[in-house]
């Protein structure tokens, strides 16, 4: 991989000709690995989404971009637009980093409706000569071409005290006539947690203070914060840095989670169960959430993770955005389920049945790279089963099940590019309830596994070869009844 300099990293693409950029999206576009029907960066860096928001007919999606490479340098706001969160228009730039409160960043942030209009309140970074940081957060309200108008001057500056300037991610909501952002934050003795600031016109904001949880020494900066109600109870999701990995929990570089409970926006307490990951798989970050056109919370998340090296890095680009999924609180836990529109992009259904045993049967020949995949386990008195997708020769991700301890495994040892580049190929969970389904949702580089209805999810990037298209499952012994449903996937952006 190439080592970029922090000159290089800072580089602003108005810093460079157009014939250069057209020559990296030449570069970019020539990838194997590019896309089908997930958000990419048109070149370089994507990460965080940012400002996800239904407003006025539309759906917004905004996420972090460093254009010229796929390192984390200067960031920009990239946006599109959406009438059902599947196809998307490209709006191009939305924040860029141009005043002296955001000169080196224009860092995460949400969208909210005031008066009517689409406002945009973010985290803009400055460095000084000591590289020293200061955390500015601003705001910046939709004009009628459809273009963002930063206020002159930040809405906050600086840290509160007690607090280091790694202050940054306000997520911005109204409740009872107020309007309430939190923030992640850092305390000054390198622990992580979150902070609530309150406003009656969004311009002047006044700290309220810590919002007290249980969690006190819980890493050393949490990321991303989101607070919201949902089902009648409060949730905080948040990605916390720094937590020691506790048997299957915890072992990608940085976590994603949530805990549920109910908050005192008064007492700034509250009272909650255990933190929960979000995602079992190998690239899950910073996801966002939002109410959809219905009032559904939809929740979108960066399929990468920082600090973390991808094969398409050397291509001039890297990461995408997850799917959308629907939210709800069921036995105590969030489940996620592919919003239901996902359904327009099916076509050519195919069906199958049969029994897979110990020797490895190809109940089909589902051949392809961009599919939804449904496999509805029937009857099952296997002790263990494999399911093999994105099957080559050479390469092969395994799903792999144990019916006796339930638990399921994601396993990328030989998944491609991609198992060069981490220490641990598996990721694993044990299940409350047996498998009884998994859809999988194949795009040309990544894999996104919904376990028993939205049990949990297994979100992951793969790099295998061209010939990386087939299908296959079998058992350690014993037999199990399947039932398989594929769809293509046909997308046009």
Known sequence: MVNWTREERYT?????????????????????????????PKTGLLNDP???????????????????????????????????????????????????????????GSGFDYNGK????????????????????????????GSFKKLE??????????????????????????????????????????????????????????????????????ECPDLFELDGQDVLVFSPQGIEAVDD????????????????????????????????????????TFLDKDGKRILIGWMGLPEIDYATDDEGWAHCLTLPRELTIENNKLKQRPIKALEKLRSNEETAEGYANKHSVKLHPYEGKQYELIIDILDNDATEIYFEVRVSK??????????????????????????????????????????????????????????????CVFTSRIFPDNDAVNFRTSTESGQVYLKFTKYDIEFNK
């Open 118 to 145: 689409l406002y945009l309140m973010y985290t803009g970074n400055v460095r000084d000569s000591e590289w020293e940081r200061t955390s500015n957060q601003m705001i910046a309200v939709e004009q009628e071409d």
């Open 50 to 108: 940012n400002g996800l928001i239904y407003h006025n007919g539309k759906y917004h999606i905004f996420h972090q971009w460093y254009p010229l490479g796929a390192v984390h340098g200067i960031k920009y706001w990239y946006h599109y637009i959406s009438d059902d969160l599947i196809h998307f228009e490209d709006k191009g730039i939305a924040l860029a980093p141009d005043t002296s409160y955001d000169s080196h960043g224009v860092y995460s």
């Open 249 to 288: 929990r915890f072992e990608n570089i940085y976590q994603s989670g949530y805990i549920i409970g109910n908050v005192n926006l008064e007492e700034l307490t509250m009272e909650h169960g255990q933190f929960k990951e979000l995602d079992q798989g190998f690239d899950f970050y910073a996801p966002q």
């Open 394 to 455: 050479k390469c092969s991700t395994q799903i792999i099940y144990n019916t006796k301890t339930k638990k399921l495994t994601l396993d990328r040892f030989e998944s491609g590019v991609v198992s060069e580049a981490v220490e641990k190929a598996t990721r694993s969970t044990v299940l409350d309830n047996e498998l009884n389904q998994l859809r999988i949702y194949s795009d040309t580089s990544s894999l996104e596994i919904f376990v028993n209805d939205g049990e």
């Open 12 to 40: 602003k693409l108005s810093d460079i000709t157009e014939e250069e950029y057209l020559e990296l999206q030449e570069k970019v576009n020539q990838s194997e690995w590019r896309q089908i029907f997930h958000i990419q």
């Open 153 to 222: 001057k930040p809405v906050i500056e600086s840290s509160p005290e007690g607090y280091t300037e790694h202050f940054r991610d306000p997520k911005v909501w109204e409740q009872n006539g107020k309007y309430y952002a939190i923030f992640g934050v850092q305390r000054e003795d390198e622990t992580g947690t979150v902070i609530v600031y309150e406003s009656e016109d969004i311009k002047n904001w006044n700290f309220k203070g810590e919002l007290k949880t249980e969690l006190n020494e819980f890493g050393f900066m949490w």
